[in-house]
């Protein structure tokens, strides 16, 4: 008997390492992919989906609070909601907000005993535990990442909090590197004063649209549009007068324009509009509207 029981628990044992170690595997393998991603918004679909499958869970959820303390962005897998429902202060997120709130990870065996339960009634139906770490920034609180439910129905394990707090860590740094990039990228395209399309972007746009006219026969229309005396304007009021004139007048120029139309600050006080499957007739119409505002 004595012999059969050491048997036994050297193969619970060497069950327990490999479990270990394949767990320990698949979270560096997700760690590393959401590290790779560019995006935030695929870094956040990405890591919901595959924390999901590491931890062997029903649900879980992502969200991102920014500096006034609301729910920016939100990622979920499982979870059949609308993600309008989480856009609120982080207050209002009931028991999702518990491990924002304490900054640290939270298990929540009986959620429906905390005291912010009644603020989260779409999750009534189908939580039973609930286990969430937050996520930290720059040392700065800016999310939590929250699973609910063990598909074999059992709680949350240490190992699984061990797990989970590890990867927030990891998700916490591609975020802010994701983040920057996302920066990097917009500033690379975008007028710095202006904040519209540079003059870069405009050839690159105009080549791809002349390129689809071809392909697929469609129409489409370019507007030059060149400030009238702008250089007196600069000589007699200076110069941070008129970048507050091609900052208004940029402004101006999105408001009359639809979501597939866009803006290029084409040089100095001249600006150019891209009007897709646009012909001369409408683009006089939308010509004469701006021309009128400015």
């Given at each position: 008997p004595v012999t059969i029981e050491r048997v036994i628990r050297q193969i619970r044992m060497k069950h327990d390492l490999e479990e270990a170690s394949l767990r320990g595997r698949?979270?560096?393998?997700?760690?590393?992919?959401v590290a790779k991603e560019r995006k935030v918004d695929a870094l956040g679909g990405r890591l919901v989906e595959g924390v999901?499958?590491?931890?062997?869970?029903?649900q879980s959820v992502l969200y991102l609070?920014?500096?006034?303390?609301?729910?920016?962005?939100?990622?979920?897998?499982?979870v059949d909601t609308d993600h309008g429902q989480f856009t609120r202060p982080v207050d209002g997120l009931g028991v999702l907000a518990a491990?924002?709130?304490?900054?640290?990870p939270v298990v929540l065996e009986e959620p429906q005993t905390h005291p912010q339960w009644p603020l989260t009634?779409?999750?009534?139906?189908?939580?039973?535990?609930?286990?969430?770490?937050?996520?930290?920034?720059?040392?700065?609180?800016?999310?939590?990442?929250?699973?609910?439910?063990?598909?074999?129905?059992?709680?949350?394990?240490?190992?699984?909090?061990?797990?989970?707090?590890?990867?927030?860590?990891?998700?916490?740094?591609a975020i802010d590197n994701a983040r920057f990039l996302e920066t990097k990228e917009q500033q690379a395209v975008t007028d710095?004063?202006?904040?519209?399309?540079?003059?870069?972007?405009?050839?690159?746009?105009?080549?791809e649209?002349?390129?689809?006219?071809?392909?697929?026969?469609?129409?489409?229309?370019?507007?030059?549009?060149?400030?009238?005396?702008?250089?007196?304007?600069?000589?007699?009021?200076?110069?941070q007068v008129g970048d507050s004139i091609l900052k208004n007048i940029a402004h101006n120029l999105r408001g009359h324009l639809r979501a597939v139309d866009k803006v290029f600050r084409y040089g100095g006080e001249e600006f150019a509009v891209i009007l897709p499957e646009t012909g001369d007739r409408g683009a006089k119409v939308i010509s004469e509207e701006i021309r009128r505002s400015i």
């Open positions: 698949r979270l560096y393998e997700l760690s590393f992919s999901t499958e590491l931890i062997g869970v029903e609070v920014n500096g006034a303390g609301e729910v920016a962005f939100v990622w979920s897998h499982g491990a924002y709130s304490a900054k640290q009634p779409w999750l009534h139906s189908s939580v039973r535990h609930m286990l969430c770490a937050p996520l930290t920034m720059q040392e700065e609180m800016e999310g939590a990442l929250c699973l609910i439910n063990k598909r074999n129905r059992q709680a949350f394990t240490q190992e699984d909090i061990d797990t989970v707090s590890t990867l927030a860590v990891h998700v916490g740094v710095s004063l202006t904040g519209v399309y540079n003059h870069m972007e405009f050839q690159k746009h105009l080549s649209e002349i390129e689809r006219s071809r392909r697929f026969g469609k129409e489409f229309s370019l507007l030059m549009l060149d400030l009238d005396h702008f250089k007196m304007v600069n000589d007699t009021c200076g110069h």
